[in-house]
């Protein structure tokens, strides 16, 4: 690496390393765009990755340094998989902006992780990887059942697999209702808080605080104190307000009423928790929705429930679509459904059931198909190839994806990644 130029307004320091080697300072937090890297005669690196990661290089800028000789400023950018909280913020802002939204798989093992992410990749979709409480549990182990451990072992696992894939990703909890708050969601902001003291990222992206089984109050109460500690993180907090029927590990909404969000309760939470002015979250606004797998047809939503209280909200606070909106149990939704409730705002789907029955599916089959090499029948020993887990886990796993490519078209973010 040559010496460090003088430059005509003054000397530029180089002094962020990675390893030995020695590379400019990160200059911004939103997208990690080196400062410019100063290069003199004939010593100009095209250097391809910094610790491992990418870099995209930018058209060089050129210049005559104090000394007389030329320069090439030449800005290069890492890539870093796993969102940043600037990152995931734009990739928010470019979903409502760009009228797409980006579905949000849920994972419940390192499998069918590596399927959410090579079905990202095949869309050429950023994506939200998120996991459940029950789902954290399990990651677990199941005699161990601690969500905060599964939590952080999948995290840790997704960033280094990340890497290899060419799309940015961010990781996210899923409902947690008031009594795993304690378990689950408040010692991974704690967790995350620590990181960013460090100057590290936070550990996961978002959280998800369900207050839909509490008393509206209540629940917003319990949002405003969760939106402060996630701000403290820099992540990004979703809440639900309304009733999303069906079950959901655990978390049973009833199909009455409450399965349509009113403008009166939209408004009650901007009042509690602000419109983004003291913490950016995600808004579940009911509008039919149900969890669980139903026929076409079966599943009766009103996305005209999510335009009423964008207006509602926007008029009162003097905000266009004020609200980040989520997709909840979409699970047998008509797809005009789904790009109307976009259109409305929606950034974010959540996508469970239908990638769990398309990861189980082929390995049905497997099982039907080599029913008498898996078992050993009639005295045989049986057929090892066919019961490794290997053989029937890649079907399992390419047919996920496929799965996930199928949701990014769906939702308009196929071909809109940001790497």
Request: proline share 5%; net charge neutral; aromatic share 6%.
């Amino acid at each position: 690496m040559p010496s460090t130029p003088t430059v005509a307004n003054g000397p530029r320091r180089l002094s962020h390393h990675f390893g030995s080697r020695r590379f400019p300072r990160v200059s911004t937090l939103r997208d990690l765009t080196l400062r410019n890297h100063y290069t003199t005669g004939s010593d100009r690196r095209a250097d391809t990755s910094v610790g491992g990661m990418p870099l995209h290089t930018r058209p060089p800028r050129r210049g005559i340094l104090a000394n007389g000789k030329s320069y090439t400023a030449v800005s290069r950018e890492i890539t870093m998989p796993i969102a940043t909280p600037e990152v995931y913020a734009e990739m928010l802002d470019r979903a409502k902006a760009g009228g797409f939204a980006y579905p949000a798989i849920n994972v419940t093992s390192s499998q069918t992780l590596n399927a959410a992410l090579r079905g990202f990749a095949e869309a050429e979709s950023d994506g939200i990887i998120q996991v459940s409480t029950g789902g954290a549990e399990f990651l677990s182990g199941t005699t161990v059942k601690d969500m905060v451990t599964g939590s952080v072992a999948l995290a840790e696992y997704a960033r280094v697999v990340a890497e290899k894939y060419p799309v940015t990703i961010a990781l996210h909890t899923d409902h947690c209702p008031k009594n795993k708050l304690d378990g689950f969601m408040r010692p991974l902001i704690e967790i995350s808080r620590e990181r960013v003291a460090r100057g590290q990222d936070p550990l996961f992206q978002s959280h998800m605080w369900d207050g839909s089984a509490v008393p509206l109050e209540e629940n917003l109460q319990i949002a405003a104190e969760l939106l402060e500690k996630c701000a403290a993180a820099k992540i990004i907090m979703e809440m639900e307000i309304g009733v999303v029927g069906g079950e959901e590990d655990g978390v049973v909404g009833e199909m009455n009423e409450k399965l349509y969000t009113t403008a009166e309760d939209a408004i009650a939470t901007a009042e509690a928790v602000g419109v983004g002015d003291h913490g950016r979250y995600m808004l579940a606004a009911t509008f039919g929705n149900v969890h669980g797998v139903y026929k076409p047809g079966h599943v009766k939503l009103r996305p005209t429930v999510l335009k009423e209280i964008q207006e509602a909200v926007g008029a009162k606070f003097g905000k266009d679509r004020p609200f980040d909106l989520v997709f909840h149990g979409g699970s047998g939704s008509e797809l005009h459904e789904i790009h109307e409730a976009i259109s409305y705002g929606v950034v974010k789907m959540n996508i469970d059931t239908d990638t769990q029955y398309a990861f189980t599916r082929p390995i049905a089959a497997h099982m039907f198909t080599n029913y008498d090499g898996v078992l050993k029948v009639d005295g045989e020993v049986g057929n090892k190839k066919v019961y490794d887990p290997r053989s029937y886990g890649k079907a399992a796993e390419a047919s996920m994806a496929a799965r996930v490519v199928e949701a990014a078209q769906h939702l308009k973010s196929a071909g809109t990644k940001l790497r």
